[in-house]
């Protein structure tokens, strides 16, 4: 096999689902020594991005995305200790949790696959979260992004509540404000001052990633 025909089996994989041929082509891409980036950002994500876009032409559904993140995520998890020690150095720092008061959290576990597979270093403070917790770990680690979502009206204001803690503290102009979720629309996001919103995981990683293309 080319190294091309290698980088097109591990998209392969991961669009089609099969996390036993993520494995064997990711350490096929290590034995005819493909560089563990290129195989993971050449190949499994590009598979990745693929399934983002069947998921919002509603090809794929919620269940299919996540057979085919861990498909990626075992292709990942044998390219990973090949990386350069500092390959992710320069990485932008992504706080991602569902806000306090819903634990509804698949969404927000697809973005975080994504975001991890393109390069981000996510801290992924999960579900429920306390309001207070997302600017805490913003500060603590020097996050350039929060991402919040819910899937309950009920705890949409929770997210006014960080946008204006992260004013407080003086770190707003650092931080892009990033929501989403079921009720959430670009108009409540311009009501309370976060930067973006996104429709779905897919839009959401694909504006991240925008936007660090466009820092860079």
Do not use: W
């Not at 990485?91 to 393109?118: C, P, S």
């Amino acid at each position: 096999m080319t190294n091309q025909q290698i980088l097109d089996a591990l998209a392969a994989a991961v669009i089609e689902m099969d996390e036993e041929g993520a494995k064997v082509a990711a350490q096929a891409a290590i034995d005819v020594g493909i560089g563990a980036f290129e195989a993971i950002t050449e190949g499994l994500v590009k598979g990745m991005n693929v399934v983002g876009d069947k998921y919002e032409e509603q090809e794929y559904f919620i269940p299919e995305v996540l057979i085919c993140s861990d498909a990626m995520l075992a292709g990942l998890e044998i390219l990973k200790p090949h990386l350069p020690k500092d390959y992710n150095q320069s990485a932008e720092k992504v706080v991602i949790g569902v806000v306090q008061g819903d634990t509804h959290d698949i969404g927000k576990n697809i973005v975080k696959i994504m975001l991890e597979a393109g390069g981000f270093e996510v801290y992924d403070l999960g579900r429920n979260v306390p309001l207070m917790s997302f600017v805490d770990k913003a500060e603590e680690v020097g996050a350039t992004v929060v991402a919040m979502a819910t899937l309950m009206t009920t705890t949409m204001e929770g997210m006014r509540t960080v946008v204006e803690e992260l004013e407080k503290r003086g770190i707003r102009d650092k931080v892009t404000v990033i929501i989403g979720g079921g009720p959430i629309s670009q108009a409540f996001a311009d009501e309370i001052k976060a930067d973006l919103y996104a429709s779905d995981a897919n839009v959401a990683v694909r504006i991240l990633t925008n936007r660090q293309e466009a820092v860079a």
